[in-house]
Protein backbone atom coordinates (compact mmCIF):
# COMPACT_ATOMS: atom_id res chain seq x y z
CA UNK A 1 0.00 0.00 0.00
CA UNK A 2 1.39 3.20 -0.96
CA UNK A 3 2.02 6.06 1.93
CA UNK A 4 0.62 9.63 1.57
CA UNK A 5 1.47 10.62 4.90
CA UNK A 6 3.90 9.72 7.13
CA UNK A 7 4.30 10.66 10.75
CA UNK A 8 7.72 9.94 12.48
CA UNK A 9 8.57 10.91 16.25
CA UNK A 10 6.95 14.03 15.82
CA UNK A 11 7.41 16.18 18.95
CA UNK A 12 5.98 19.88 19.20
CA UNK A 13 6.01 22.47 21.71
CA UNK A 14 4.13 25.64 22.73
CA UNK A 15 6.23 28.78 24.62
CA UNK A 16 4.27 30.26 27.45
CA UNK A 17 5.44 33.16 29.79
CA UNK A 18 8.67 32.46 27.95
CA UNK A 19 8.60 28.17 28.83
CA UNK A 20 8.09 25.67 26.56
CA UNK A 21 5.23 23.36 27.04
CA UNK A 22 5.03 19.64 25.19
CA UNK A 23 2.04 19.74 23.10
CA UNK A 24 2.81 16.37 21.07
CA UNK A 25 5.59 13.81 22.36
CA UNK A 26 6.60 11.56 19.67
CA UNK A 27 3.66 11.08 17.95
CA UNK A 28 4.06 8.31 14.83
CA UNK A 29 0.87 7.42 12.03
CA UNK A 30 0.59 6.94 8.64
CA UNK A 31 -2.02 7.07 6.45
CA UNK A 32 -1.92 5.21 2.76
CA UNK A 33 -4.38 5.61 -0.20
CA UNK A 34 -7.74 5.04 -0.09
CA UNK A 35 -7.82 5.10 3.35
CA UNK A 36 -9.55 7.09 6.67
CA UNK A 37 -7.36 7.65 9.58
CA UNK A 38 -9.78 9.23 12.72
CA UNK A 39 -7.63 10.60 15.47
CA UNK A 40 -9.82 10.71 18.31
CA UNK A 41 -9.48 11.97 21.88
CA UNK A 42 -10.98 14.39 24.11
CA UNK A 43 -10.59 18.77 23.29
CA UNK A 44 -7.16 19.84 24.08
CA UNK A 45 -5.21 16.08 23.62
CA UNK A 46 -3.48 17.06 20.42
CA UNK A 47 -5.87 15.99 17.53
CA UNK A 48 -5.65 19.81 16.18
CA UNK A 49 -2.33 20.47 16.83
CA UNK A 50 -1.47 17.81 14.45
CA UNK A 51 -3.28 18.77 12.10
CA UNK A 52 -2.14 22.38 12.32
CA UNK A 53 1.85 20.71 12.22
CA UNK A 54 1.15 19.04 9.34
CA UNK A 55 -0.26 22.19 7.33
CA UNK A 56 2.43 24.61 8.96
CA UNK A 57 -0.19 26.55 10.65
CA UNK A 58 1.07 26.93 14.55
CA UNK A 59 0.48 29.90 16.00
CA UNK A 60 3.70 32.09 16.34
CA UNK A 61 4.21 30.42 19.56
CA UNK A 62 3.92 26.84 18.37
CA UNK A 63 6.96 24.71 17.24
CA UNK A 64 7.90 21.35 16.18
CA UNK A 65 10.96 20.49 17.58
CA UNK A 66 11.74 17.18 16.05
CA UNK A 67 10.36 14.57 13.68
CA UNK A 68 9.06 14.22 10.07
CA UNK A 69 5.92 14.88 8.62
CA UNK A 70 6.12 13.47 4.89
CA UNK A 71 3.85 14.00 2.16
CA UNK A 72 4.04 12.44 -0.46
CA UNK A 73 7.68 11.47 -0.01
CA UNK A 74 8.97 15.19 1.18
CA UNK A 75 9.49 15.79 4.79
CA UNK A 76 7.21 18.94 5.14
CA UNK A 77 9.17 20.15 8.16
CA UNK A 78 11.83 20.91 5.60
CA UNK A 79 9.66 22.91 3.42
CA UNK A 80 9.84 26.83 4.13
CA UNK A 81 6.94 29.25 5.12
CA UNK A 82 6.45 30.59 1.23
CA UNK A 83 7.24 27.14 -0.30
CA UNK A 84 4.17 25.44 1.83
CA UNK A 85 1.54 27.32 0.11
CA UNK A 86 2.09 25.10 -3.39
CA UNK A 87 1.54 21.97 -0.77
CA UNK A 88 -1.62 23.48 0.83
CA UNK A 89 -5.07 23.15 -1.44
CA UNK A 90 -3.12 21.36 -4.37
CA UNK A 91 -1.05 18.56 -1.98
CA UNK A 92 -3.51 18.58 0.98
CA UNK A 93 -7.08 20.18 1.01
CA UNK A 94 -8.89 21.00 4.69
CA UNK A 95 -11.95 21.08 5.33
CA UNK A 96 -12.99 22.49 8.70
CA UNK A 97 -15.92 22.65 11.27
CA UNK A 98 -17.23 25.64 10.14
CA UNK A 99 -17.30 26.05 6.20
CA UNK A 100 -17.46 30.03 6.54
CA UNK A 101 -13.89 29.82 7.85
CA UNK A 102 -12.93 28.50 4.14
CA UNK A 103 -15.39 30.04 1.80
CA UNK A 104 -14.74 34.04 1.62
CA UNK A 105 -18.73 35.92 2.27
CA UNK A 106 -17.76 38.33 -0.37
CA UNK A 107 -17.29 36.33 -3.43
CA UNK A 108 -19.74 33.54 -5.32
CA UNK A 109 -19.28 30.35 -4.95
CA UNK A 110 -18.53 30.28 -8.69
CA UNK A 111 -15.52 32.61 -8.57
CA UNK A 112 -14.13 31.09 -5.16
CA UNK A 113 -14.26 27.18 -7.17
CA UNK A 114 -13.13 28.32 -10.26
CA UNK A 115 -10.21 30.56 -9.04
CA UNK A 116 -8.65 27.51 -6.71
CA UNK A 117 -9.15 25.12 -10.11
CA UNK A 118 -7.35 27.74 -12.26
CA UNK A 119 -4.78 28.15 -9.59
CA UNK A 120 -4.26 24.52 -8.50
CA UNK A 121 -4.59 22.94 -11.88
CA UNK A 122 -3.58 25.32 -14.78
CA UNK A 123 -7.22 25.07 -16.21
CA UNK A 124 -8.71 28.04 -18.25
CA UNK A 125 -11.63 29.72 -16.75
CA UNK A 126 -14.29 28.19 -19.09
CA UNK A 127 -12.65 24.26 -18.27
CA UNK A 128 -12.64 24.82 -14.45
CA UNK A 129 -16.17 25.90 -15.05
CA UNK A 130 -17.03 22.70 -16.31
CA UNK A 131 -14.83 20.84 -14.13
CA UNK A 132 -16.70 23.08 -10.84
CA UNK A 133 -19.95 21.98 -12.11
CA UNK A 134 -18.91 18.09 -12.31
CA UNK A 135 -17.54 18.51 -8.39
CA UNK A 136 -21.09 19.94 -7.32
CA UNK A 137 -22.56 17.15 -9.11
CA UNK A 138 -20.19 14.16 -7.41
CA UNK A 139 -21.57 15.65 -3.72
CA UNK A 140 -25.28 15.31 -5.12
CA UNK A 141 -25.96 19.21 -5.42
CA UNK A 142 -28.69 19.60 -7.70
CA UNK A 143 -28.90 22.67 -9.90
CA UNK A 144 -24.98 23.28 -9.48
CA UNK A 145 -25.26 26.04 -12.22
CA UNK A 146 -27.56 28.05 -10.36
CA UNK A 147 -25.35 27.17 -6.98
CA UNK A 148 -22.31 28.71 -8.67
CA UNK A 149 -24.08 31.96 -9.01
CA UNK A 150 -24.75 32.39 -5.10
CA UNK A 151 -23.04 33.60 -2.05
CA UNK A 152 -22.08 31.29 1.15
CA UNK A 153 -24.49 32.85 3.24
CA UNK A 154 -27.42 32.33 0.66
CA UNK A 155 -27.12 28.85 1.94
CA UNK A 156 -27.91 26.30 4.39
CA UNK A 157 -25.17 25.09 6.55
CA UNK A 158 -25.53 21.40 5.42
CA UNK A 159 -25.10 22.60 1.43
CA UNK A 160 -22.04 24.79 2.65
CA UNK A 161 -20.07 21.99 3.92
CA UNK A 162 -20.79 19.60 0.51
CA UNK A 163 -19.63 22.47 -1.35
CA UNK A 164 -16.14 23.31 0.44
CA UNK A 165 -15.78 19.48 0.11
CA UNK A 166 -16.22 19.63 -3.79
CA UNK A 167 -13.94 23.00 -3.04
CA UNK A 168 -11.46 20.72 -2.04
CA UNK A 169 -11.90 17.41 -3.79
CA UNK A 170 -11.53 19.39 -7.08
CA UNK A 171 -8.28 20.45 -6.91
CA UNK A 172 -7.28 16.54 -6.15
CA UNK A 173 -5.41 16.44 -3.05
CA UNK A 174 -3.20 13.47 -2.19
CA UNK A 175 -4.29 14.04 1.63
CA UNK A 176 -7.68 15.13 2.66
CA UNK A 177 -7.53 16.32 6.23
CA UNK A 178 -11.04 16.89 7.92
CA UNK A 179 -10.78 18.60 11.35
CA UNK A 180 -14.42 17.91 13.21
CA UNK A 181 -16.39 18.28 9.70
CA UNK A 182 -19.92 17.19 10.85
CA UNK A 183 -19.92 18.59 14.76
CA UNK A 184 -21.58 22.09 13.60
CA UNK A 185 -24.35 20.04 11.74
CA UNK A 186 -27.38 18.41 12.39
CA UNK A 187 -27.78 14.71 12.74
CA UNK A 188 -28.90 13.87 9.41
CA UNK A 189 -26.85 16.37 7.39
CA UNK A 190 -24.13 15.29 9.60
CA UNK A 191 -24.38 11.25 7.88
CA UNK A 192 -25.07 12.50 4.89
CA UNK A 193 -21.68 14.31 4.72
CA UNK A 194 -19.93 10.99 6.14
CA UNK A 195 -22.00 8.62 3.06
CA UNK A 196 -20.60 11.07 0.91
CA UNK A 197 -16.63 11.12 2.05
CA UNK A 198 -16.66 7.31 2.30
CA UNK A 199 -18.10 7.33 -0.95
CA UNK A 200 -15.77 9.60 -2.63
CA UNK A 201 -12.68 7.75 -0.92
CA UNK A 202 -12.22 5.41 -3.91
CA UNK A 203 -12.91 7.67 -6.25
CA UNK A 204 -10.10 10.50 -4.87
CA UNK A 205 -7.37 8.03 -4.75
CA UNK A 206 -6.00 10.24 -1.71
CA UNK A 207 -5.97 9.31 1.90
CA UNK A 208 -8.19 11.29 4.87
CA UNK A 209 -7.21 12.10 8.10
CA UNK A 210 -10.32 12.55 9.83
CA UNK A 211 -10.25 14.73 13.42
CA UNK A 212 -12.86 13.83 15.49
CA UNK A 213 -14.08 13.02 19.17
CA UNK A 214 -16.95 11.25 18.17
CA UNK A 215 -16.96 7.65 18.56
CA UNK A 216 -20.03 6.77 16.59
CA UNK A 217 -18.52 9.37 13.38
CA UNK A 218 -15.02 6.95 13.94
CA UNK A 219 -17.54 3.93 13.85
CA UNK A 220 -18.85 5.17 10.17
CA UNK A 221 -15.99 5.85 8.38
CA UNK A 222 -12.40 4.79 10.09
CA UNK A 223 -10.71 2.25 8.38
CA UNK A 224 -7.75 2.47 11.51
CA UNK A 225 -7.95 4.93 14.58
CA UNK A 226 -5.43 6.45 16.72
CA UNK A 227 -6.09 7.58 20.08
CA UNK A 228 -4.40 10.42 21.69
CA UNK A 229 -4.03 11.90 25.06
CA UNK A 230 -2.20 14.57 26.26
CA UNK A 231 -0.28 14.98 23.23
CA UNK A 232 0.54 10.99 23.27
CA UNK A 233 -0.73 8.53 21.00
CA UNK A 234 -2.01 6.03 23.26
CA UNK A 235 -3.46 3.13 21.36
CA UNK A 236 -3.78 2.46 17.13
CA UNK A 237 -5.43 -0.24 15.65
CA UNK A 238 -8.16 -0.85 12.93
CA UNK A 239 -11.47 0.36 13.93
CA UNK A 240 -12.36 -3.39 14.53
CA UNK A 241 -9.15 -3.68 17.03
CA UNK A 242 -10.21 -0.84 18.80
CA UNK A 243 -13.79 -1.03 19.27
CA UNK A 244 -13.82 -4.79 20.15
CA UNK A 245 -10.77 -5.10 21.54
CA UNK A 246 -9.52 -1.54 23.38
CA UNK A 247 -6.34 -2.33 25.20
CA UNK A 248 -5.44 1.32 26.90
CA UNK A 249 -7.60 2.08 30.02
CA UNK A 250 -8.36 5.65 28.36
CA UNK A 251 -9.19 4.01 24.98
CA UNK A 252 -11.88 1.70 27.22
CA UNK A 253 -13.07 4.92 29.36
CA UNK A 254 -13.62 6.83 25.90
CA UNK A 255 -16.29 3.98 24.84
CA UNK A 256 -17.60 3.33 28.45
CA UNK A 257 -18.41 7.28 28.33
CA UNK A 258 -20.37 6.28 24.86
CA UNK A 259 -24.78 5.94 25.56
CA UNK A 260 -25.01 2.28 24.29
CA UNK A 261 -29.06 2.59 23.48
CA UNK A 262 -28.95 -1.22 22.92
CA UNK A 263 -28.50 -1.95 26.68
CA UNK A 264 -32.11 -2.36 28.77
CA UNK A 265 -29.92 0.38 31.31
CA UNK A 266 -29.23 3.24 29.72
CA UNK A 267 -26.00 4.40 31.58
CA UNK A 268 -23.10 6.49 30.64
CA UNK A 269 -19.77 6.19 32.74
CA UNK A 270 -17.85 9.79 32.16
CA UNK A 271 -14.43 9.10 32.69
CA UNK A 272 -13.53 10.44 36.09
CA UNK A 273 -11.03 13.02 36.74
CA UNK A 274 -10.23 15.96 34.46
CA UNK A 275 -7.97 16.25 31.28
CA UNK A 276 -4.71 17.57 32.49
CA UNK A 277 -3.41 21.18 31.67
CA UNK A 278 -0.49 21.49 29.32
CA UNK A 279 1.77 22.93 32.34
CA UNK A 280 1.11 20.15 34.87
CA UNK A 281 3.91 18.44 35.37
CA UNK A 282 2.63 14.38 35.98
CA UNK A 283 5.31 11.64 36.76
CA UNK A 284 5.34 8.16 34.91
CA UNK A 285 1.78 7.55 32.85
CA UNK A 286 0.13 11.42 32.06
CA UNK A 287 -3.05 9.12 32.39
CA UNK A 288 -1.88 8.00 35.74
CA UNK A 289 -4.33 10.17 37.99
CA UNK A 290 -7.33 9.69 36.23
CA UNK A 291 -6.44 5.36 35.65
CA UNK A 292 -8.59 2.89 37.27
CA UNK A 293 -5.66 0.23 36.80
CA UNK A 294 -3.08 2.89 38.21
CA UNK A 295 -2.96 0.77 40.77
CA UNK A 296 -1.76 -2.23 39.38
CA UNK A 297 1.73 -1.62 38.50
CA UNK A 298 4.32 0.69 40.48
CA UNK A 299 5.45 1.60 37.24
CA UNK A 300 2.76 3.80 36.50
CA UNK A 301 3.34 6.68 38.64
CA UNK A 302 7.20 6.83 37.65
CA UNK A 303 8.16 5.63 34.24
CA UNK A 304 6.16 7.04 30.53
CA UNK A 305 5.27 3.30 29.05
CA UNK A 306 6.02 2.01 25.82
CA UNK A 307 4.34 1.55 23.04
CA UNK A 308 4.07 -2.24 22.34
CA UNK A 309 2.32 -4.22 19.53
CA UNK A 310 -0.36 -7.08 21.37
CA UNK A 311 -1.67 -8.32 17.79
CA UNK A 312 -0.58 -7.00 14.44
CA UNK A 313 -1.12 -3.22 13.88
CA UNK A 314 -2.82 -2.86 17.04
CA UNK A 315 -0.23 -0.89 19.42
CA UNK A 316 -0.59 0.32 22.77
CA UNK A 317 1.30 2.24 24.99
CA UNK A 318 0.07 1.19 28.57
CA UNK A 319 2.85 -0.86 31.49
CA UNK A 320 -0.04 -4.03 31.10
CA UNK A 321 -0.10 -4.09 27.65
CA UNK A 322 1.60 -7.17 27.66
FE1 LIG B 1 -3.12 3.17 33.46
FE2 LIG B 1 -0.66 2.54 34.11
FE3 LIG B 1 -1.58 1.87 31.73
FE4 LIG B 1 -1.09 4.41 32.31
S1 LIG B 1 0.41 2.78 32.17
S2 LIG B 1 -2.87 3.61 31.29
S3 LIG B 1 -1.67 4.51 34.43
S4 LIG B 1 -2.32 1.12 33.71
Same mark, same amino acid.
Given at each position: MEKVLDIQNLHATFTIQKKDYEVLHDISFSINRNETVCVVGE????KSVTTLCIMQLLPNNGKIQSGKIVLDGT !?????NRKEIRKYRGKKMGMIFQEPMTALNPLLTIGYQMRESIMLHRGLKKKEANELAISYLQKVGIANPESRLKQYPFQLSGGLRQRILIAMVLSVQPDLLIADE????? !?VTIQKQVLTLLNDLKKDMNAGILFITHDLGVVAEIADRVVVLYAGRKVEEGTTEQIFKNPKHPYTIGLMNAVPNVDLDEFEIRPIPGTFPNITEDIPGCRFNPRCPRAHECPLCVKEAPETVEVEPGHLVACHLAK
Open positions: SGCG !DLTQVPTTAL !D
